[in-house]
T-cell receptor, first 116, second 114 residues
Framework: AQSVAQPEDQVNVAEGNPLTVKCTYS??????LFWYVQYPNRGLQFLLK??????LVKGSYGFEAEFNKSQTSFHLKKPSALVSDSALYFC??????????????FGTGTQLKVEL | NAGVTQTPKFQVLKTGQSMTLQCAQD?????MSWYRQDPGMGLRLIHY???????DQGEVPNGYNVSRSTTEDFPLRLLSAAPSQTSVYFC?????????????FGSGTQLSVL
């Protein structure tokens, strides 16, 4: 079975400061990892993904994520937070072998609040 | 380019009523799926389809039916609504069934069952 843990329900950060949203995963095969963002009353939007290769993945809106196989983590980061980054962030994992409808298993989400 | 379109945006049902949540995509995507989002539980897969005429169950399929008669449309049917089905429902699609594909989500349907 595959699973994702987002240990923080909410992360608060001041605008201009770096931000980190944590994610750890468990999967039997090799992981495909994704970050999605959800703004109020909207569907989820893709931010970035890790498939293979460089452990540091760059995505939309200045976000990046670092894949760490030994720690089974895929933390989302941004060097300088903006108030407009405030949203709900979901980490998701999929086993690269597929199966189960290519089910994407989501974490419970982390609410990011960026304050002036 | 509309992407993934879901209707209605909001719906209130009484226990035992049936209804259909509509989902359409205009990107010629092969893979379509339905998720439900509940507080503290993330998103859970209900049903999915890897092409027209092909559907299968996800992890929480009970009480829901789907069909895929065209590439574009993937409706979700609630057969006899129950309060436990109160949730936000998202339709999502991807270009192919490949495991490295990203999903495109609709804006969701907020369903309340009284």
């Amino acid at each position: 079975a595959q699973s994702v843990a987002q240990p923080e329900d909410q992360v608060n950060v001041a605008e201009g400061n770096p931000l980190t949203v944590k994610c750890t995963y468990s999967v039997s095969g090799n992981p495909y990892l994704f970050w999605y963002v959800q703004y109020p009353n909207r569907g989820l939007q893709f931010l970035l993904k890790y498939i293979t290769g460089d452990n540091l993945v760059k995505g939309s809106y200045g976000f990046e994520a670092e894949f760490n196989k030994s720690q089974t983590s895929f933390h989302l980061k941004k060097p300088s937070a903006l108030v407009s980054d405030s949203a709900l962030y979901f980490c998701a994992v999929r086993d690269n072998r597929g199966g189960g409808g290519n089910k994407l298993t989501f974490g419970t989400g982390t609410q990011l609040k960026v304050e002036l | 380019n509309a992407g993934v379109t879901q209707t209605p945006k909001f719906q209130v049902l009484k226990t035992g009523q049936s209804m259909t949540l509509q989902c359409a995509q205009d990107m010629n995507h092969e893979y379509m799926s339905w998720y439900r989002q509940d507080p503290g539980m993330g998103l859970r897969l209900i049903h999915y389809s890897v092409g027209a005429g092909i559907t299968d169950q996800g992890e929480v399929p009970n009480g829901y039916n789907v069909s895929r008669s065209t590439t574009e449309d993937f409706p979700l049917r609630l057969l006899s609504a129950a309060p436990s089905q109160t949730s936000v429902y998202f339709c999502a699609s991807s270009k192919s069934r490949a495991t490295n594909e990203k999903l495109f989500f609709g804006s969701g349907t907020q369903l309340s069952v009284l």
